[in-house]
Structures are given as structure tokens and as C-alpha cells.
T-cell receptor, first 109, second 114 residues
Framework: RKEVEQDPGPFNVPEGATVAFNCTYS??????FFWYRQDCRKEPKLLMS???SGNEDGRFTAQLNRASQYISLLIRDSKLSDSATYLC??????????FGSGTRLLVRP | EPEVTQTPSHQVTQMGQEVILRCVPI?????FYWYRQILGQKVEFLVS????????KSEIFDDQFSVERPDGSNFTLKIRSTKLEDSAMYFC????????????FGSGTRLTVV
């Protein structure tokens, strides 16, 4: 089983749509959880950390279910500039980051 | 905003040659990392470095790879004898503390082995 698993997409949505990404992770000892955004051939950039209580940053909402080892990201009111690959990332007990393969989002006009 | 700086942005090298990828971490950061991403694949951990020694390395980080912090500001990744399969984006990252958050990635070096 992959350490961090994501649907590769692509998700092709119109501007203004709401889109949700899911991710599962295999190591129950994982410490921390993040969503990163990666544009083509660029470095990963932290979008937000993910907490069990759920957290929101503007149009972005992240949720963590430790019991199910499941992480989600919801993007509301999609913008063209949201087009990117969204990486589900887990920090393990030695503080290194384990990346999922990413979910590609295309927002069309 | 402080940045992690990587040079060069793109390096082309012949198979069997040695390459050194350079990184300047954020000045007050203590933990340093190299990750790589083969085209179309996920980002993978290579090595972490703290207090002038390797903290952890992955299976990818074999004897052909080495890291160094030669002068207190640069953090380098050396590949002794490059192979075609070493072609990838190499990202340096640093963090002030261990633990969640605080990772900053550099913009990467694209290594092409021909």
C-alpha cells in the first residue's frame, strides 16, 4: 500500500465551482499533515496545515480524520489561478515529509 | 520573505560525471533537506542534515550521493558518478526547528543526465 495515496485526476471544473480532494495515508504514527500546491516544474508551496478539528483559510477548508487515516481539501469558488497540482503531505515521526503523487486541478473559464 | 536559494537552476551533465548542486538555506534555520522529483512522479525524500551530520537518508541516497555544509552557509548535494536515472528536479529545504511546519523549499535544480 502506498504511504500517501491520492486520486491523480485531473479534475476539470468551471470557475466558481467547488471541488474536493481526498487523500489516505498508511502510517498511523504520522505526526502532521499538510496540503501543498505545486505549479508545473516549480517547488512545492505550503497551502495549509491540516488539523483534526478542521481548519479553514479563505476559500480552502481542510479536514483530518485520524481514525480513518483520511485527509481532505475543499476549494470553494474556484479561480483560474487555482489550477495546479495539490499534494497531500504527511510528516512522519522523524520529521521528514512523505508526499502523495498529487491531484491535478484544471479550472476553466 | 526569507528564501532558500538553489543554484544552478538547470544543469546538464554527461553520464558518469560528478555534479554538485548548491543550496543556501535560510540563515537561522538548523535543519536541512534534499528531496527529488523525477518528471511525472512524486516528490521523494533523499536526506536530512542537522548539526553537521546526516540525520536520516532514504534508500535512494546510496554511496554515489553525499552532502556537505562546507562553510556555514552553503549546503551541497554531490552525485559522484551520475546515471541517466538521476535526471530529476532536486529541491533543497530548510527549517528552523524539527517538527511540523516551518519547511521552506528552494525553487529547485533541474538535473538532466545525457
Amino acid at each position: 500500500r502506498k504511504e500517501v495515496e491520492q486520486d491523480p485526476g485531473p479534475f476539470n471544473v468551471p470557475e466558481g465551482a467547488t471541488v474536493a480532494f481526498n487523500c489516505t495515508y498508511s502510517n498511523s504514527a504520522s505526526q502532521s499533515f499538510f496540503w501543498y500546491r505545486q505549479d508545473c516544474r516549480k517547488e512545492p508551496k505550503l497551502l495549509m496545515s491540516v488539523y483534526s478539528s478542521g481548519n479553514e483559510d479563505g476559500r480552502f477548508t481542510a479536514q483530518l480524520n485520524r481514525a480513518s487515516q483520511y485527509i481532505s481539501l475543499l476549494i470553494r469558488d474556484s479561480k483560474l489561478s487555482d489550477s495546479a497540482t495539490y499534494l497531500c503531505v504527511v510528516m512522519d515521526s522523524s520529521y521528514k515529509l512523505i508526499f502523495g503523487s498529487g491531484t491535478r486541478l484544471l479550472v476553466r473559464p | 520573505e526569507p528564501e532558500v536559494t538553489q543554484t544552478p537552476s538547470h544543469q546538464v551533465t554527461q553520464m558518469g560525471q560528478e555534479v554538485i548542486l548548491r543550496c543556501v538555506p535560510i540563515s537561522n534555520h538548523l535543519y536541512f533537506y534534499w528531496y527529488r522529483q523525477i518528471l511525472g512522479q512524486k516528490v521523494e525524500f533523499l536526506v536530512s542534515f542537522y548539526n553537521n551530520e546526516i540525520s536520516e537518508k532514504s534508500e535512494i541516497f546510496d554511496d554515489q550521493f553525499s552532502v556537505e555544509r562546507p562553510d556555514g552557509s552553503n549546503f551541497t548535494l554531490k552525485i559522484r558518478s551520475t546515471k541517466l536515472e538521476d535526471s530529476a528536479m532536486y529541491f533543497c529545504a530548510s527549517s528552523e526547528v524539527s517538527g511540523p511546519g516551518g519547511y521552506t523549499f528552494g525553487s529547485g535544480t533541474r538535473l538532466t543526465v545525457v
